[in-house]
Structure formats: C-alpha cells, structure tokens
C-alpha cells in the first residue's frame, strides 16, 4: 500500500489479464491527451482481447520472470498506472534494463508514477531481476514533471535526440535518454 498525495491508498502489483480493460481506458485517456506518449490512440489495442494479448508476454512470457515485469497502480479497484522494466536479452548487455511507465491523466500528480518506479527498481535490486545493473528510459524533453521525478530517484540525462517527437500539430521536441546505475 502507498498513501497518495490526495489521502486515497493505491496498490502497486503485477499486472494481471482482469486488468486489461482498465488498462485499456487509462491508455486511451493518456494516449488521447498526447501528454510524453510517443503513440497516438490509433495505434493502441482496441479491445480488450488485443490488450490481453499485448500484456501476455508480460504475464506469461519472455518480459516475465527474469526477463521483466508489468506492474500496475490500483486506486479505489480502478488501475491508473502502469509500468514495466525488461531486461535486455543479448548476453553482453544483460546487465541493463528498459523502463517504461504510464500514468491515467486524472491521477496524475497524485505520486503513483513514484511508486510504480520504485517497485520496478526494487525487481532490478531485490527480485527475479538481480543483476540488473543499469537501467534506462526515454522521456520528452518537454515533460518536467517526469524527468524531476526521475531526477530524484538517481536518473541521470545521458543524450538527446534532438527534433525526435513530432507532435499532431507539426512542432517538434528532443527525447532525452536517462539512465541509472545500481
């Protein structure tokens, strides 16, 4: 259990098939709003059935286990977040892991992006992904409230992809690799 900004406790757990449908409305919302998502609501699953097929290689398959893992923020029995870290395959490269987090626009804020970082990091320090020992993300130079959020949590700015997002409108933002080392 965390304890959110706003009083309400949220429940930060592997992600499960039943989840697929809240996942899907939360990824709709954010996705809609276009806020640090690289996809737009087009090009996400569209039922349910395609959003448990996307979450099965995290349940059950190679992103699972060792490989990696898809935790997700429960609020009041609604899921609001997700996040997911895998572990690179190759063997040279083992050691380093990918992290990805979402959060439903209207809990944003509330401190579910925290706690969805911290159980992936404590996977890489504690769990089934021991030996994990760097950890990257993308995030949209534009987007302070993230990348102040990972700031805190040890990340450090390591490039730019200069011009790297277009927007629907046309403009254009950098992406900025981070990383952390354990």
Do not use: N
């Given at each position: 259990m965390v304890r959110l900004k706003d009083g309400r406790e949220a429940v930060i757990r592997p992600a499960r098939y039943a989840d697929a449908s809240h996942?899907?409305?939360?990824?709709?919302?954010?996705?809609?709003?276009?806020?640090?998502v690289v996809r737009s609501p087009e090009e996400l699953p569209r039922t349910v059935r395609e959003q448990e097929e996307f979450m099965r290689d995290w349940i059950e398959g190679p992103k699972s286990g060792a490989g990696g893992l898809m935790l997700v923020a429960e609020v009041g029995g609604r899921v609001v977040g997700e996040a997911t870290i895998r572990r690179q395959a190759p063997a040279r490269v083992r050691h380093c892991a990918h992290v990805a987090i979402e959060v439903d626009v209207p809990a944003q804020g509330l401190g579910i992006g925290r706690a969805l970082m911290e159980g992936l990091?404590?996977?890489?320090?504690?769990?089934?992904?021991?030996?994990?020992?760097?950890?990257?993300?993308f995030v949209f130079a534009d987007n302070v409230?993230?990348?102040?959020?990972?700031?805190s949590l040890g990340f450090v700015e390591e490039g730019r992809r200069r011009n790297y997002i277009r927007q629907p409108d046309g403009t254009v933002i950098d992406d900025l690799m981070m990383a952390l080392l354990l």
């Open positions: 996942l899907l409305e939360a990824q709709q919302r954010t996705h809609g709003a276009g806020i640090g990091l404590e996977w890489a320090r504690t769990g089934e992904g021991r030996g994990v020992t760097r950890i990257d993300l409230r993230a990348i102040s959020l990972y700031r």
